[in-house]
């Protein structure tokens, strides 16, 4: 063994995936072809290595598992948003809707890291909530003089929900921010 046989041995999957520079190539040819141990080493570098691979789809049944995990995790946060949207919203004079939407969003921000999915998550089972109860005579009496009106108190009410879910956002990016940095 001489002083090229651990650069040559460093160099062996490099080579073997044809990686290096013609000129490495060549120095590595000359090489092998006058030390027998490298070449040894090279031959049996080349033997492939008995991988088991297991049938039945391991990795459709992993994926299969993490999309069952996510989906369920999704439900729950839509079946959150549902609640909140049903229990606190403003036009119930419940000042709660405050913390319960910042949290909300703060929750869907960092889970997903996505503006758009905490809105879409906090303001759509809003939007459907006051739809129904503003719109319809489902649950007691019909709220709006007209059609026009009984929406406006619906958007007006998913907007300022929406309002407390963005200032919950901006501070799951500031939690987010704040972890980068440690």
Same mark, same amino acid.
């Given at each position: ?35 027998? &141990? ?13 991988v088991e691979v297991e049938h039945?789809?391991? /990795? ?23 609640i909140l949207a049903m229990g ?5 004079n419940n000042s709660g809707f405050?913390?319960?939407? &910042? ?14 999915? &905490?809105?879409?998550? &906090? ?7 006051? =739809? ?13 003089? /007209?059609?026009?009106?009984?929406? /406006? ?20 990016? =500031? ?8």
């Open positions: 063994m001489n002083k090229e046989c651990p650069v040559i041995q460093d160099l062996l999957p490099l080579y073997e995936e044809d990686l290096v520079q013609i000129g490495t190539k060549q120095f590595v040819d000359e090489h092998l072809k006058s030390c027998q &141990a490298c070449r040894h080493i090279a031959e049996q570098s080349q033997i492939p290595l008995p039945g789809g391991g /990795s459709k049944k992993m994926i299969r598992k993490i999309t069952l995990k996510l989906t369920t995790i999704q439900i729950f946060f839509v079946a959150i948003a549902f606190t919203t403003v036009m119930n405050i913390l319960t939407y &910042a949290l909300l969003g703060a929750v869907t921000y960092l889970f997903y890291r996505s503006i758009v999915i &905490a809105v879409l998550l &906090a303001g759509v089972p809003n939007f459907i909530w006051n =739809c129904l109860l503003y719109m319809t005579d489902w649950f007691g009496e019909f709220y709006g003089g /007209s059609f026009l009106e009984a929406f /406006s108190l619906a958007l007006t009410s998913v907007v300022i929900h929406l309002i407390i879910t963005f200032i919950g956002i901006v501070i799951g990016f =500031c939690i987010l921010k704040i972890r980068e940095e440690n």
